[in-house]
T-cell receptor, first 113, second 115 residues
């Protein structure tokens, strides 16, 4: 089945630890995105990538880092510099050729204790 | 800067009622795209519709319909004869016209449909 996978569904970390969230897609999409969602809020863009080895900061990139070494994968690292990392994180992807809709993964709920 | 406003934070209806979710957007672009997504309790966003700024035709898909009015910068979503399974958070989003096509989301409207 084609789709976007994010693992794990729930993640717990201690304050001060870096943590990496996984995002994999087998849709052959070029572009990939990371969003953060807080209760009662819309989605806010963290990072996005159009092609391999290229990525851009979104609206709230501080305290986060990404890599895009493979077309299928776009992992997000939440660093200890992120002041309030507890949130729901969603990964998305789309074909680059037009303004197609973005397809979303199931999300990872990160709780920092 | 782009902005999407969904003024209705939460709407509660009884099954079979019709309900309209409002979306107002701001953009300086002449070409843009608007989207609606549904987020059920499981959390994953489900794409519902995409509309480009040149196409002001209303669209109907089963019990769902969308009203795009460029003059008022609105892209409203109506569910006819609502069902319990329609309970979810609904997001309206606006895409920029750069090659990256990043989305600006509204804060969402939580729809609760009770039996």
């Amino acid at each position: 089945d084609g789709g976007i996978t994010q693992s794990p569904k729930y993640l717990f970390r201690k304050e001060g630890q870096n943590v990496t969230l996984s995002c994999e897609q087998n849709l052959n999409h070029d572009a990939m995105y990371w969003y953060r969602q807080d209760p009662g809020q819309g989605l806010r863009l963290i990072y996005y990538s159009q092609i391999v080895n290229d990525f851009q900061k979104g609206d709230i990139a501080e305290g986060y880092s990404v890599s895009r070494e493979k077309k299928e994968s776009f992992p997000l690292t939440v660093t200890s510099a992120q002041k309030n990392p507890t949130a729901f994180y969603l990964c998305a992807s789309r074909w680059r050729s037009s303004h197609n809709e973005q397809f979303f993964g199931p999300g990872t709920r990160l709780t920092v204790l | 800067a782009q902005k999407v406003t969904q003024a209705q934070t939460e709407i509660s209806v009884v099954e079979k009622e019709d309900v309209t979710l409002d979306c107002v957007y701001e953009t300086r672009d002449t070409t843009y795209y608007l989207f609606w997504y549904k987020q059920p309790p499981s959390g994953e966003l489900v794409f519902l519709i995409r509309r480009n700024s040149f196409d002001e035709q209303n669209e109907i898909s089963g019990r769902y319909s969308w009203n795009f009015q460029k003059s008022t910068s609105s892209f409203n979503f109506t569910i006819t004869a609502s069902q319990v399974v329609d309970s979810a958070v609904y997001f309206c989003a606006l895409s920029d016209t750069s090659g990256y096509s990043t989305l600006t989301f509204g804060k969402g409207t939580m729809l609760l449909v009770s039996p």
